[in-house]
C-alpha cells in the first residue's frame, strides 16, 4: 500500500509542468510590489527652500533593476521653485524617474515653460537632476515672444533660461 501511495506521489509531481513563458505572461513580478498614490502633490525643499512640485494623477513606485523608479503613467506636472517663485514648469503625458541614477525620461506631450514666457515643445526628455540640465535628441519648437526656433536634439537647464538647439532648422532672425 506504501509503495502505491508513493508511485502515485512521484507521477503526480512529475506531471504537474509550468512553462516559464506562460508563467511569466500572467504574473508581473512588479504587480506584488507596486505602491500606487492618486491625485498626488508633493513638495520637495533643499535647506528649507521649496524647489519643486510634482502633481499627477497617478504615481507609482516600484523597484526595478536594483533602483526605485517612479512612474507617472497618467501625466505629470513639475513646477520648478526659488522658494514661492515659480521660476517655470513643465508637463508631460508619462514620466519615469530612476531614483538612483537620479534622471526622468519624460514622453508625450512634453511642454517647459519659463518665466518669460518662453515655450519648449518636444515629444522626449531627459532630466538628469545632478547636472541641471533638459536634452532631447527628438525634434523641438521653442516658442518665443517675437520669434519660433526648432529643429532636433536641445540641452538647457532647469529654468529654461538659457538653451541650445543642436541642429536648428527653418528660417529665424539673427542678431549681429
Not at 507609482?60 to 521653485?81: C, K, P, T
Not at 529643429?151 to 533660461?161: A, I, L, Q, R, W
Request: glycine fraction near 6%; hydrophobic fraction near 40%; aromatic fraction near 8%.
Amino acid at each position: 500500500m506504501r509503495a502505491l501511495s508513493a508511485l502515485l506521489l512521484v507521477l503526480a509531481l512529475l506531471s504537474c509542468k509550468n512553462d516559464l513563458a506562460e508563467v511569466q505572461e500572467i504574473f508581473d513580478p512588479r504587480a506584488t510590489e507596486v505602491e500606487r498614490l492618486e491625485d498626488i502633490d508633493i513638495t520637495y525643499s533643499d535647506s528649507a527652500v521649496v524647489k519643486l512640485r510634482i502633481r499627477a494623477a497617478v504615481h507609482l513606485r516600484y523597484e526595478e533593476g536594483g533602483s526605485m523608479m517612479d512612474e507617472f503613467s497618467d501625466g505629470v506636472q513639475l513646477d520648478f521653485l526659488d522658494g514661492d517663485k515659480v521660476t517655470g514648469w513643465l508637463t508631460a503625458d508619462w514620466a519615469k524617474r530612476d531614483n538612483k541614477r537620479r534622471e526622468t525620461t519624460m514622453r508625450g506631450r512634453v511642454t517647459l515653460y519659463n518665466a518669460d514666457g518662453q515655450k519648449l515643445q518636444t515629444t522626449q526628455m531627459i532630466w538628469t537632476e545632478k547636472d541641471g540640465k533638459l536634452s532631447s535628441d527628438q525634434f523641438v519648437r521653442v516658442t518665443q515672444e517675437d520669434q519660433v526656433l526648432q529643429g532636433y536634439g536641445f540641452v538647457t537647464d532647469e529654468e529654461f533660461s538659457s538653451f541650445e538647439i543642436t541642429s536648428l532648422e527653418g528660417q529665424f532672425d539673427v542678431v549681429e
